[in-house]
């Protein structure tokens, strides 16, 4: 079982910038994940562990940004321009499949999950 470790999450006003972090290893590719009560989990980006390959969902694109320090097995999370609506807990996930870029951010690409981080946005 590979060991994920979240971080970085809290309490941000509209308009802030929040960057979480994932240390992880062994994965081909590494999504961010986010689910506010009483809505799915919803795949916001990934990247692939070799190729830094990155897709992003609509609602996050240009706001966004995955990005990974091989050095330290780190992958980040740079969320800018936030809005309420981006409150939710947030989990990193990795995947060992061969890499899909249609399914990269489907939760049944992933089989390892971290424990999550909150993000709370305050309008």
């Known amino acids: 079982q590979v060991r994920l470790e979240e971080s970085g999450g809290g309490s941000v006003q509209a308009g802030g910038s929040l960057r979480l972090s994932c240390v992880a290893s062994?994965?081909?590719?590494l999504g961010w994940f986010r689910q506010a009560p009483g809505k799915e989990r919803e795949g916001v980006a990934s990247?692939?562990?070799?190729?830094?390959?990155?897709t992003y969902a609509d609602s996050v694109r240009g706001r966004f940004s995955i990005s990974q320090d091989h050095a330290t097995n780190t992958v980040y999370l740079q969320m800018s321009s936030l809005k309420p609506e981006d409150t939710a807990m947030y989990y990193c996930?990795?995947?060992?499949?061969?890499?899909?870029?249609?399914?990269?951010?489907?939760?049944?690409?992933?089989?390892?999950w971290g424990q999550g981080t909150q993000v709370t946005v305050l309008s």
């Open positions: 062994r994965y081909n590719f």
């Open positions: 990247i692939t562990g070799y190729r830094d390959l990155t």
């Open positions: 996930a990795t995947g060992t499949r061969p890499w899909d870029a249609s399914e990269s951010l489907k939760s049944y690409s992933y089989n390892n």
